[in-house]
């Protein structure tokens, strides 16, 4: 983590997190998810984005948040090894350059395999971020889940054309 990264700062209910903006291909306004029906429960949905299908990850479900009332949030595009995702989150409220001294290592009593996706801590005036890593929010399972998923529906699409 070198000081001049630029981090995109989000929220998730009443918490607020980061993300290098270099792991985040663009950020787009909420389009409601087409739900796929026995997908796991951290996927809301799939979107078409300038002719990608991608699977919208709900960053409410993953960090234990009650679901929001209303569909709206900002995606996150990330690429995650050969699969692109939207990661569904409550709000980017800036771009944000820590100054030095901000941006600190995570303490060794909270990493472990469940906080794997925390990077570091950003420490701002009022408020600690912590920053994650895209690549570490869903475990290795979760991300065969969505393999299998994509596998599937370009099977049926395949099936599809075949029938025309």
């Keep these: 983590m070198s000081m001049n990264e630029k981090y995109i700062i989000f929220s998730i ?3 607020i997190y980061a993300v290098n903006i270099l792991n985040i ?9 087409v ?13 078409n984005l300038r002719g990608d299908i991608i699977p919208v990850i709900n ?3 993953v960090f234990g948040c009650p679901p929001r009332e209303e569909a709206a949030g900002k995606l996150l595009i990330a690429d995650i090894g050969d699969v692109r995702l939207a990661f569904l989150v409550d709000d980017v409220t800036e ?6 001294g901000n941006l600190k290592e995570i303490p060794k009593l909270v ?9 570091g ?4 005036e009022s408020k600690i971020v912590i920053v994650i890593s895209p690549d570490k929010v869903l475990t290795k399972a979760e991300l065969g889940e969505i393999d ?17």
């Design 13 to 15: 209910g009443e918490e």
């Design 25 to 33: 291909t663009s950020i787009e306004d909420y389009q409601k998810p």
């Design 35 to 47: 739900p796929v029906h026995g997908s796991p429960g951290f996927i809301s949905g799939i979107i």
């Design 59 to 61: 960053m409410r479900y």
């Design 95 to 100: 771009i944000y350059s820590p100054s030095d």
């Design 111 to 119: 990493k472990c395999p469940a906080t794997e996706y925390a990077d």
């Design 121 to 124: 801590v950003i420490d701002r």
């Design 148 to 164: 299998k998923i994509l596998e599937d529906m370009q099977e049926e699409i395949e099936m599809e054309k075949e029938e025309v």
